[in-house]
């Protein structure tokens, strides 16, 4: 258990519509990362918050936004859903800095949206 | 970032060592290697990093050519719970550069 809980866990909806995804990361953790892994297609980075504020962007559609909460856990909102957008949706939270290098990323188990 | 190539899939003899090669030929010289893997369809898990010298840790060890142009990790004795996806990557500045790519698929054989 990574101690990232992400909900909810499967997400089937229409095109067109739209669906938030929430994220709360471990406790302590400052920094959320939203990922997107599209069938058989490598992690692609989306958005990173830190402590409330927007710290990155990537390749994020205009038809997403995503936002962290004074509490820390983030919602990924995903609006005039297309097929395309199915995709394992994974949130990431930075623990404290390794003496060098990067702080770890401990992921979610992810949400499963299918857009039919 | 630097770019990293990794082979698509490897197999692994249950109890062998399972050596997954990662080729960074345009890494700096301040840059780290990390590896993460996947699990079937869970979110990736860290496992190891480093600079230049070798690492070890209980997952696993790094091992990192003097030039630092390639890097391989090495699970010393594999386990059918290791079956996953391997990536390596070299982030420059933070993660919110990185894509993960497809990494390496390893299957551990029985």
């Known amino acids: 258990d990574s101690g990232v809980t992400q909900t909810p866990k499967h997400l089937i909806t229409a095109t067109g519509q739209r669906v938030t995804l929430r994220c709360s990361p471990r406790?302590?953790?400052?920094?959320v990362y939203w990922y997107q892994q599209s069938l058989d297609q490598g992690l692609q980075f989306l958005i990173q918050y830190y402590n409330g504020e927007e710290r990155a962007k990537g390749n994020i559609l205009e038809r997403f936004s995503a936002q962290q909460f004074p509490d820390l856990h983030s919602e990924l909102n995903l609006s005039s859903l297309e097929l395309g957008d199915s995709a394992l949706y994974f949130c990431a939270s930075s623990g404290p800095k390794m003496g060098t290098g990067l702080p770890k990323l401990f992921f979610g188990s992810g949400t499963q949206l299918s857009v039919l | 970032d630097a770019k990293t190539t990794q082979p698509p899939s490897m197999d692994c003899a249950e109890g062998r060592a399972a050596n997954l090669p990662c080729n960074h030929s345009t890494i700096s010289g301040n840059e780290y290697v990390y590896w993460y893997r996947q699990i079937h369809s869970q979110g990736p898990q860290y496992i190891i990093h480093?600079?230049?010298n070798n690492e070890t840790n209980e997952m696993a060890s790094l091992i990192i050519t003097e030039d630092r142009k390639s890097s391989t990790l090495i699970l010393p004795h594999a386990t059918l719970r290791d079956t996953a996806v391997y990536y390596c990557i070299v982030p420059s500045g933070g993660y919110q550069k990185v894509t993960f790519g497809t990494g390496t698929k390893l299957q551990v054989i029985p």
């Open positions: 480093g600079l230049k």
């Open positions: 406790s302590g953790d400052l920094s």
